[in-house]
């Protein structure tokens, strides 16, 4: 991971706290439920979100970090989670290039373990107290918001950047940002630093998302753990989605709508329709737009002391932007 994100700072005794964490929380007493979540898990994942919280709460305290260890997990189970209803309703073959839970073990069964994964996150959040389990809850209320309305709008090529933002400010921003919020919470930071910590992160998470959505027309899959295209084969408009139809003429249009709306799934109508979105200048746009959001989340951090935590999160920061190559 230190190699995808362009880290300085070994992280890689974090990430196995937190990946040996993870498979302790998660055991249940029924032996193929354990089974079906411990498989959300092995095919691997950047663990972004909780490392994040561990960075976040070690720049706040100085008390041992183990002590936020769970919630850091109990953020990620919680995303985890939302992946596996997410690959329902996407009808996603695949998740980190293995075959999706559902498409493994069943719809029935994949539902059951994407809520038994909720319940493990709002426990371990219950069991820090009052202040971060309503943090928790409402991370998870907007997160379901966020997928509703995308489920309601697909096919909808009117989609406009307003809605798009709303919709990856609750699935994806708002959870980056509850989970250092409930960081900078447990480290007993001031209220002017817990904000700062919460725009830190969720302009990260806004970031974040774009470039996923960048990367899901010109990434490789290997790296982003998915095949090309995945969001135009749900019909899930996505920003370079958006701005390309806002910016094609009507012929250019009609292409990039057929293959959105699943009439041709050829592999040329698929590459020329890659090619209309790097042309009309869409992925250069949204690069731009990622950034705004990176220059808003060092802006956030601009009163704080400078310490090797916090140059690593600024390095994440600038990395999920950098990840995007044409």
């Not at 994100?5 to 706290?17: A, E, P, Q």
């Not at 996150?121 to 918001?145: F, H």
């Not at 084969?233 to 009507?250: E, G, R, V």
Request: net charge negative; with cysteine; charged share 25%.
């Amino acid at each position: 991971m230190s190699e995808i994100l362009n880290l300085s700072m070994d992280i890689s005794g974090k990430i196995d706290k937190i990946n040996d964490r993870i498979r302790e929380v998660i055991l249940s007493d029924n032996d193929k439920l354990t089974e079906m979540a411990s498989y959300t898990f092995a095919s691997g994942g950047k663990r972004l979100r909780p490392l994040i919280i561990l960075l976040v709460y070690e720049i706040n305290t100085k008390e041992p970090v183990d002590f936020a260890l769970n919630l850091a997990v109990a953020f990620e189970i919680m995303h985890s989670a939302s992946l596996i209803h997410d690959d329902i309703v996407d009808e996603a073959e695949e998740r980190r290039g293995w075959p999706s839970l559902y498409r493994k073990f069943g719809l029935s069964d994949a539902i059951v373990t994407g809520d038994y994964l909720f319940s493990v996150a709002y426990r371990i959040g219950a069991s820090y107290g009052r202040e971060i389990s309503e943090v928790v809850a409402i991370a998870a209320k907007k997160l379901a918001e966020g997928q509703i309305e995308e489920s309601s709008n697909l096919g909808n090529f009117n989609l406009d950047e307003e809605t798009y933002m709303r919709i990856i400010s609750n699935k994806t921003a708002l959870l980056f940002a509850s989970g250092a919020k409930s960081a900078a919470i447990l480290a007993g930071s001031d209220s002017d630093e817990i904000q700062n910590m919460h725009d830190f992160a969720y302009n990260i998470g806004m970031a974040f998302q774009i470039a996923d959505d960048i990367l899901d027309i010109v990434g490789k899959e290997e790296y982003t753990g998915k095949p090309p295209f995945t969001d135009m084969k749900h019909s899930a408009l996505t920003l370079p989605m958006i701005y390309a139809l806002k910016h094609s003429s009507d012929k250019e249009k009609k292409k990039l709508t057929d293959v959105l709306s699943g009439k041709k799934t050829d592999k040329d109508a698929i590459e020329a329709a890659k090619e209309m979105l790097i042309n009309t200048g869409s992925v250069d746009y949204c690069i731009k737009v990622a950034n705004s959001f990176i220059d808003r989340a060092i802006e956030s951090q601009k009163h704080a002391k400078l310490s090797p935590n916090l140059q690593t999160l600024f390095e994440i920061a600038y990395s999920i932007v950098s990840r995007v190559r044409i």
